[in-house]
């Protein structure tokens, strides 16, 4: 059985708290100055490196990102901390991701037309969840009403897509009748604030969608999806070694290695050419010419990383028009830097206009989805 399947609502839930390039780097650069200054002697001596200087000028030219969302912005800036202070909340109490995984939720419902009545699967898909169990897309499902199953799916940049295609093809197998796929992403806790090379490019956000049959879809503002395809090739070159075996391996969880690290350069230069193929060969496969595409809903990540893509695909940098760029005001987001694209831009496109949103990150993993406006 195979029903057609559309995506007929988006939610994008924004936190109130915001930190700037100059913030952000002000308080690294006194927190540098500070350790060099308290371990200049083991410096001199080779024994300990130096911390190098982080610059707001930098950042934006290297990555296109000025300023980011946190969901606390307590300790963050705080030199003795560096990192930000969450309270522990009962049992009993809503986590913090299923709080801010609500909110996206209810946004996406409304822009579709639909109840939780009308759902009878919750995916949460993030790069991290606070904890195993139980699911976070489970106690959304109790907190919404929603009857039927929910789990919980992690995949680094592509969470977004991937989960996706699990609710196209839920709904196109007709097991499901409608689907929320939500991305509470709480990246803020796993940044390394003490890393010149990473400080600056993570933010906090929540994105959902809405995903159901065309037969049921009642919203003005629904996409048909014409296809989906996700692909994963092993790398080291972006890696979190934290994990819940660190309390018996008796390692620091503080130390560098237990948080997002990664070779920068390593993965620019290697990402960029498969995601390029992979949108080619996805549209090509559905008989879809590069240049009939009126949005690319890409993963935000890095400004450059999208120009260069496009530029491989067009023969030209894509306009801001074709690609929209939102990881100036958010950062990177993890998997839902491409659905908050779609989210603020879709609605200026006609009946019949294609788009793709594709994520590329971590694992590595590269998802797409190709659209088309109802
Ligand atoms: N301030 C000043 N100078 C700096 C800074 C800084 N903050 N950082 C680096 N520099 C210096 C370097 O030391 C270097 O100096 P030199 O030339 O003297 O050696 C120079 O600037 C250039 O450094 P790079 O070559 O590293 O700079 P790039 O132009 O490559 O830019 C980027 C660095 C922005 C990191 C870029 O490489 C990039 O964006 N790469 C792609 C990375 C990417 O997309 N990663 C995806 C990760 S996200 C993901 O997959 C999800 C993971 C799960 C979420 C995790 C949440 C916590």
């Avoid at 930190?19 to 650069?29: M, W």
């Avoid at 309270?87 to 939720?105: F, K, T, W, Y």
């Avoid at 949005?295 to 894509?318: P, V």
Wanted: proline share 3%; charged share 20%.
């Amino acid at each position: 059985m195979s029903h057609s399947v559309v995506i007929s609502g988006v939610g994008l839930w924004t936190p109130e708290h915001k930190i700037s390039n100059e913030e952000l780097v002000e308080s690294y650069n006194a927190w540098a100055e500070r350790f060099n200054k308290q371990n200049a002697e083991l410096i001199e001596q080779g024994r300990e490196e130096a911390k190098p200087l982080s610059s707001a000028a930098f950042i934006e030219k290297a990555s296109g990102i000025k300023s980011r969302f946190v969901y606390s912005k307590e300790g963050v800036l705080d030199i003795d901390r560096m990192r930000p202070v969450l309270e522990v909340r009962d049992d009993d109490q809503l986590s913090h991701q299923a709080q801010m995984a609500i909110a996206a939720a209810k946004k996406a419902l409304s822009a579709a037309n639909k109840s939780p009545a009308d759902i009878d699967m919750v995916i949460v898909s993030c790069a991290y969840t606070q904890r195993s169990y139980p699911a976070i897309a489970i106690e959304v499902q109790a907190a919404l009403g929603i009857e039927g199953f929910g789990f919980d799916m992690l995949v680094a940049c592509s969470a977004a897509t991937f989960g996706l295609q699990r609710a196209v093809d839920a709904v196109a197998a007709g097991t499901s009748k409608g689907v929320l796929v939500i991305n509470p992403e709480l990246t803020s806790p796993q940044v390394n604030y003490m890393d010149r090379d990473s400080h600056f490019i993570f933010g906090d956000v929540a994105t959902a969608t809405v995903v159901e049959g065309a037969a049921t879809c009642r919203s003005e503002q629904a996409f048909d999806v014409l296809s989906t395809r996700c692909v994963t090739v092993y790398s080291n070159a972006i890696r979190s070694n934290f994990g819940y075996i660190t309390r018996v391996t008796d390692e620091d969880p503080y130390s560098a290695d237990k948080l997002f690290h990664q070779q920068g350069r390593k993965v620019f230069k290697e990402v960029c050419p498969m995601a390029a193929e992979h949108i080619e060969s996805h549209l090509s496969s559905e008989g879809i010419p590069v240049t009939e595409l009126k949005r690319w809903w890409l993963h935000q990540a890095n400004i450059n990383m999208n120009l260069l893509i496009s530029r491989r695909l067009l023969g030209r940098d894509a306009t801001l028009e074709e690609a929209p760029v939102v990881l100036d005001e958010y950062a990177n987001t993890a998997s839902a830097g491409s659905i908050i694209a779609f989210a603020k831009y879709h609605q200026d496109l006609a009946k019949g206009d294609i788009g793709v949103i594709c994520s590329f990150g971590a694992g590595y993993s590269i998802g797409s989805l190709i659209l088309r406006k109802r």
